[in-house]
Structure formats: C-alpha cells, structure tokens
C-alpha cells in the first residue's frame, strides 16, 4: 500500500521533543524524513536519561522512529554545500532551534526562498515572532507557564503545577505538522512555499481555551460554578486551579476505590452527566435522590456535590477501579479507571490497535514506543526503530551526487 506522504521529502533539523514529535508522524504517513544532526553528537535526546550505557536513550527513540539520520556540520563550507543541496531537491525544512539559529546559520526565510521558491519551512519557537519574548529559549514547563496551563492546573491550596502531557512540546509539534500539511496543499494550488511558524506558548493557550472562557464569565459574574471553590469558597479575580474538577458542564472527580491506601491510582474518574442523574442513583444504590427536590437537578446538587462524591466513594470502596467501571458503564455513566504507565504499556486492547507498539532498535532490541493516535481505513501505520546516528549519512550523500572518495573527505575533515 503506497503512504499518502510518499514522496514528500523532509530535512528535519530539529531536535528534542517539540520538533521531533512533528517530523516522526509525518514519517509515519510516509513522508522522507532526514534528520540532520551535529557529527559525533546527534540530537541530545540521544544521550539524555539513558537507561542502557552508550545506546541512544529512549527519549530519542521514541521520538525518531521512522527516520533516516544524516550527520552534517552546517557551520562549515561544506556541510552548508550539502543543506544547500538538500534544500534544492526536498518539499520542507522542519526546526525548533533557538531564535535566529538557522539565520546565523546563514540559511534565512528569504535565502531558503531563493534556493527553493516552492519550499515550506516550519519553524518551533517558544514565543511568536514580534513578541516581547521572542528572543527566550523554551522548554516544555516554561511553555506550560507561559500559555496558561500551569496557573489553572492544581489545587487551590497549592503551587501553579504543570502536566505530565507534554503540551509546551508534543503539543506544540503536532500544532504544526498541521500547518505543514495545510502549506503542503496551498503549494499544490498555487506551487509556491511558505514559511509556517508554531509557538508552543499559543499551542499551550490553545488548549486553555477553556480556561480563557472561565477569564471572562468569571469578570462578568464574579464566580465559576464548576469549581470546587463554588459555592461555599472565595473567587479572586483571576481563573483558580480547579483541582480534579470537570471542565465543562459537569461536575466530576477523582474518586478512591478499594486499595487506596496502598495503590496510588486506586481511584475512578466519576462524571456526573446531568441526564444520567437517575442510571447514577440506580448504579450506587440511592434511588431516593432520582425525584429528591434537593438533589433532582444539577443547581440543586451543586452546594452538596462533595457530599454527593463521598457517597459515591462509599459505594466504591468495595469495589477496586475496574469492578467499578464494570459496574457503571452498564449504566451508561461517563467514567474510566485512573490508569498508571504500567497498565497502559500492557494494556491489549492499545497493542491491537497499534496505539502502542514493540518495535526493535538495532543496538537496543526491542522496546515500546507510541503509534499513531490517528487511524485510517486506507492506511496501516508502520511504526519502525529510530535511525543510529548518522546511519544514512553515505546513502544521502550518493544521493546528491557525492563519489565515494568525496564521501570518505567529508568522513576525514569531520563535516559528516
Ligand atoms: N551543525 C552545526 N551547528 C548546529 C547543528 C549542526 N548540525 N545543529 C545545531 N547547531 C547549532 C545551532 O546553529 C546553534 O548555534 P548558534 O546558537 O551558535 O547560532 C546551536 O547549535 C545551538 O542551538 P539551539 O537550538 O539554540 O540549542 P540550545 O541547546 O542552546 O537550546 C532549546 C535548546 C530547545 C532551548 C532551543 O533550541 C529552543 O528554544 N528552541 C525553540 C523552542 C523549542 O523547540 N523548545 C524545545 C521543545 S522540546
């Protein structure tokens, strides 16, 4: 079966997570990705939380899967001969450098332009180009800070608290693989590139939607009635850490099952969908509650809806997490078991779908990585091990043009 983006050919000078995350799953769909890294370094994932000595680390593995590595030293003469090479004959440059890098590089927007008028180059930065942070660095927290999640996630009581979800970076790549492939189908109209530019502090806020909505209702009404907060506690006049609460219309929480004394995800999400107030009442045992004035609506709930959740917890503790949501789903009740990284990764149902994937690593064997999150009915998502550093270093280089003695010059004056 052919890719859809067969044919579609990537320089990925990018590095990290941000980037990387954007260049595997077009590589994914089929696109050539060439990831070009520093000789006799690599990208610093490589080497970062290393968990075999002298192996290229997980956090690099399960970022560069389906890749080719090209090792190149585009600060001298030659290495900048071969990216210009590899400029003139690929679809899209992908890079999350530090701002004005690729510049100083020498490898400008207008430059790039000149060489390739129909080359898209997708940029990561952590702040938008004119912003009075344009010229900071940015990781993964940083972004978090910055975008609006840190400050709304946690509870009231504690510190601004960031996600374990990688939304400054993974968050941010995917953000702009959509842009390339948006620029991808302008090109095929109009036949010229373009430059697309993510950064992860609006990748950030754009998943705070919710968070800028509670901003504004909470300066026209003072209070947010989803929020444990409400409405026995105090509203400032700044968007609170709501806790476990839901973000939408329905109260939820995270509930402790049977064994949370000892097992730290002992515990249930527990959504309270206001038409399924009655299958609630039926499922934990309090039919009472179904046509109770005090409890029949979701404003006649809401001063009581911890008390409400104790009852609920009192129900579970019998039960452990997955009795529970054997239970309730019969019920129709929203809901799932808090799932720890160990049952994820032997979870058969994301291993059927190809969510997760054992994949094998020439030097590390076999190890988990993700799979595509996305799935088609035309396409079966091969997920294959990363690249060793420079692996297809000789291979690109013939491509070019290159002969095998200038291939071996290149080796010796350490440009490759
Ligand atoms: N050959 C020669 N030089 C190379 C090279 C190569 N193949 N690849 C990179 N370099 C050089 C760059 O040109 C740059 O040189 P300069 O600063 O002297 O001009 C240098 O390596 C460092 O690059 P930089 O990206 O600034 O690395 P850093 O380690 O200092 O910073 C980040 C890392 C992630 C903080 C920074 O890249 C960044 O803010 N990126 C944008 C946001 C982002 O993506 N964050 C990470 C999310 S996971």
Request: glycine share 10%.
């Amino acid at each position: 079966m052919s890719k859809p983006l067969e044919g579609i050919k990537i320089i990925d000078f990018t590095h990290v997570q941000a980037g990387p995350a954007c260049t595997q799953m077009l590589a994914w769909f089929g696109a050539d990705v060439i990831k070009v890294e520093r000789p006799g370094a690599g990208d610093v994932t490589r080497s970062q939380l290393r968990d075999i000595p002298g192996v290229d680390a997980l956090y690099f593995t399960m970022l560069n899967s389906n890749k080719r590595s090209l090792t190149l030293d585009t600060k001298m003469a030659e290495g900048k001969e071969i990216l210009t090479k590899l400029i003139k004959e690929s679809d899209v440059l992908v890079e999350n450098f530090g701002p004005g890098a690729l510049d100083r590089m020498g490898f400008t927007w207008e430059h790039i332009r000149e060489l390739n008028p129909g080359m898209i180059v997708a940029s990561v930065k952590g702040f938008s180009d004119g912003h009075h942070y344009e010229d900071l660095k940015v990781y993964e927290n940083v972004a978090q800070c910055a975008g609006g999640a840190a400050s709304t996630t946690g509870f009231d009581d504690g510190p601004p608290t960031v996600s374990a979800a990688a939304l400054g970076d993974s968050n941010t790549g995917m953000h702009l693989a959509i842009g390339i492939l948006t620029a991808l189908r302008s090109r095929d109209v109009t036949g010229r590139g373009q430059k697309v530019a993510v950064s992860m502090q609006d990748s950030v806020l754009n998943l705070c939607r919710v968070k800028l909505r509670d901003q504004q209702r909470l300066d026209r009404v003072g209070y947010l009635e989803e929020y444990p907060q409400y409405p026995h506690g105090s509203f400032s006049d700044v968007v609170p850490r709501g806790g476990n609460a839901g973000g939408g219309g329905q109260p939820g929480w995270v509930l402790k099952c049977k064994g949370w004394e000892t097992d730290p995800n002992a515990y249930i999400y527990f959504t309270i969908q206001g038409h399924a107030w009655a299958p609630i009442c039926r499922a934990i045992g309090k039919e009472e509650w179904i046509d109770d004035p005090a409890y029949m609506t979701a404003q006649a709930r809401q001063d009581k809806i911890f008390d409400i959740f104790g009852t609920i917890e009192e129900w579970l503790k019998d039960k452990t997490k997955f009795e529970a949501v054997d239970v309730l789903r019969k019920f129709d009740i929203p809901c799932s078991p808090v799932l720890s990284m160990k049952e994820l990764a032997n979870d058969p149902s994301l291993r059927a779908s190809g969510t997760i994937a054992e994949v094998d690593h020439k030097e590390r064997g076999k190890y988990l990585t993700v799979g595509s999150p996305i799935k088609f009915s035309d396409l079966k998502v091969e997920i294959k091990g990363s690249p060793l550093l420079g692996e297809h270093t000789d291979e690109i280089l013939e491509s070019l043009g290159y002969s095998q003695n200038q291939i071996a010059a290149l080796h010796e004056q350490r440009v490759v």
